[in-house]
């Protein structure tokens, strides 16, 4: 047993835990052809636009390999005809000045059409737990 559930949330154990003790853990995970597996994202995080699924982790990984990129997070916004798009956070690295059609140009380059970023926003900072992990859920709070 990995635990016994939360602590004064039935629902939340219910949701996580099956009756026979499976653990739902919120990760979206793959296997490669040797039975590999490899963790994606966390489903919670997932954009999905037009149809397609998005994982913020994969576009991260890419703009973070863009070289005027010091930090970087991906979050969603809402879209009337696809449904939600992806939007950058990016702190710049010192001395540079990145700017929008680049980072998209980047992106274009290294990303399927559809999981390129919609809009990019250009932050002095973060929102980080106290262990230093982005915290997707407080990007919005940063939209201009």
């Known amino acids: ?45 997932m954009i999905l636009t037009a149809g397609y699924n998005v994982y913020p982790a994969e576009i991260e990984r890419v703009v973070a390999g863009h070289p005027d990129v010091a930090l970087v997070a991906v979050g969603s916004i809402p879209d009337l005809e696809k449904g939600e798009l992806a939007k950058a956070y990016i702190v710049p690295k010192t001395g540079t000045q990145p700017d929008t059609e680049n980072v998209i140009a980047y992106c274009r380059e290294h990303l399927a059409a559809y999981k390129v970023p919609r809009a990019v926003q250009f932050v002095d900072d973060l929102p980080k737990t106290s262990t230093g992990k982005v915290m997707r859920r407080e990007l919005k709070k940063l939209d201009k």
């Open 1 to 45: 047993i990995v635990m016994q559930g939360y602590y004064g949330n039935e629902q939340a154990t219910r949701e996580t835990i099956e009756p026979d003790g499976w653990l739902h853990t919120g990760d979206v995970a793959s296997m490669d052809k040797d039975g590999c597996i490899f963790i994606v994202d966390r489903k919670k995080d």
